[in-house]
């Protein structure tokens, strides 16, 4: 099992920046490639970043590349979200994830966190 827990979600005006975090516990983390995912209201969870076991490979949604940045330190068995350029579409739930390898479909990840609320104002 492992277990995943986000933070750093908050309000923000559009044109700014947050950094959210995932710390995990339980199994060791750097087997797992971690993936973020968001939900808004009304909306199916789509797919944002994702981050192989290293860091070396990654892979963003079109809807974020050049504005958003997943990185990842196993020593601190934590992943993590820059977002910058914020803008009122990116409003949503984020949620972290784990998987065997890096992919962008969310039935194959195996373990959620509960999400962190990004409010972006205009």
């Known amino acids: 099992q492992v277990q995943l827990v986000e933070s750093g979600g908050g309000l923000v005006q559009a044109g700014g920046s947050l950094k959210l975090s995932c710390s995990a516990s339980?199994?060791?983390?750097?087997?797992?490639?971690m993936g973020w995912f968001r939900q808004a209201p009304g909306k199916e969870r789509e797919f944002v970043a994702a981050?192989?076991?290293?860091?070396?490979?990654?892979t963003y949604a079109d809807s974020v590349k050049g504005r958003f940045t997943i990185s990842r330190d196993n020593a601190r068995n934590t992943v993590y979200l820059q977002m910058n350029s914020l803008k009122p579409e990116d409003t949503a739930v984020y949620y972290c994830?784990?998987?065997?390898?890096?992919?962008?479909?969310?039935?194959?990840?195996?373990?959620w966190g509960q999400g962190t609320q990004v409010t972006v104002s205009s």
């Open positions: 339980g199994r060791a983390f750097s087997n797992y490639a």
């Open positions: 981050i192989n076991w290293s860091g070396g490979s990654t």
């Open positions: 994830a784990a998987a065997s390898r890096v992919t962008t479909r969310s039935n194959e990840y195996n373990y």
